[in-house]
């Protein structure tokens, strides 16, 4: 487990030789500095979790420090110390941001259990600022298809330890929701998952993308900047298209998968880092390799466990709910009613060949929901590309005259007409499977959640 690092800044040797004994006996890691220009220069290389800070100091006193580290770190706890303290000095702190102020000489006790408060009160900001994220962007992988029921238990098998992943999949198959549902899954989910698209970053910025630079380190670097993997540290990184990066910084990546430690880009200290990765691609890396595109040795690295998302061609029994999933997403973004979809037209969704995948279905389903006028989406309302798997004539059949037991065709109600036979249908096929629900959705094509609600629906009788 890591140490959590405190900062310590006062301009008398003794009070920084005893603070940081008690604390390194309390298991943190301490670091110190003896003037608040100093301190700012150490925070920038050692971005601790916590600072103590004496107020009164020769030079730069704390007031003006803590002004400073506020206005670039507005999140680090900072606890303030004085022998000198008033109430207005602890009043004037508390309004420019201080966690605490305590008073010299040092109580054991108190200064103790005030640096565990401000590093809980900081887990607890990290932690709220984490479920906001997840919150906004979880998920769930959808889907009942042998080939997602076999993907969803290699998931489950590998989520919670701290093997890295390689995932490959074809443009558009859910690539980073999988790397979201393994960390999600992990025991280091409390920290964050760093993402990097490898294909979207210019070659000559990746350097300092993934492990960050010094001021002044190239033309435009105005301030220190952190890295992902920095970022990173203690949780997992997801490196997008790694088949994109090139073969330059495929060996400083190796080298600090292998290390676990690196440099900024135009600085020299060592930082180190306990990171885990997950990589993916819609490259045949094993073919890269062979066209001398990535090297071996990386793809070893980050092939310890792989995993391959099938395409929406392997799945397409689970069109179905993925629509349904998708239109109420958007009928709730667009304020709009749910609509579902008739079944002739799903029908001509599963005859597509899905060259985009999921990410194709769910930008159709977006489109529906927005421009379908009716209460229901049709066949009609699909763009014409999608309608090329239909049948002849099943979108325009014969109306051939009613006789009995087909009452819905002498209904000049379509809704009507359509609830009608939908619940004959489904009668007859229950009863088939004398009310077996589970053989009726095999049967029938559809998912067993969406039989029980057209039972609902229509008021069939549940027995």
Known sequence: MLKKKI???????TILDTVSGILEDEGFDVISAPSGEDALRVVVDELPELMLLDIWMPGMDGLEVLKKIKKDWPFLPVIMMSGHGSIETAVKATKLGAYDFIEKPLSYEQLVLTVQNAIKYKELQEENALLRQKAESVRELAGESPAMLKLKEQIAIVGPTDAWIL??????????????????LSKRNNKPLVEVNCAAIPEELIES??????????????????????LANGGALFLDEIGDMSLKTQAKVLR?????????????????????????????????IEAGAFREDLYYRLNVIPIEVPSLRERKEDIPLLLEVFLQEFSQKTAKDY?????????????????????????????????????????????????????????????????????????NDFRKARAMFEKEYLARKLMEHKGNITKTAEAIGLERRHIYRKINQLGLDSD
């Open 167 to 184: 995932i490959q999949g074809e443009n558009g198959t859910g690539k980073e929701l999988v790397a979201q549902t393994i960390h999600r």
């Open 256 to 288: 600090i998968l292998q290390e676990q430690r690196f440099e900024r880009v135009g600085g020299g200290k060592t930082i180190n880092v306990d990171v885990r990765i997950i990589a993916a691609t819609n490259k045949n890396l094993e073919k890269e």
């Open 209 to 230: 993308e993934l492990f960050g630079h010094e001021k002044g380190a190239f033309t435009g670097a105005t301030s220190m900047k952190r890295g992902k993997f920095d």
């Open 7 to 13: 900062l310590i800044i006062d301009d008398e040797q």
């Open 339 to 411: 609509k579902e979809i008739d079944p002739d037209a799903i029908e001509a969704l599963k005859n597509c060949d899905w060259p985009g995948n999921i990410r194709e279905l769910r930008n159709l389903a977006e489109r529906l929901v927005i421009l379908s006028k009716g209460p229901r989406i049709t066949i009609d309302d699909l763009p014409a590309s999608y309608r090329k798997g239909v049948k002849e004539g099943v979108a325009s059949t014969e109306i051939q005259p009613a006789h009995e037991g087909q009452p819905w065709l002498s209904c």
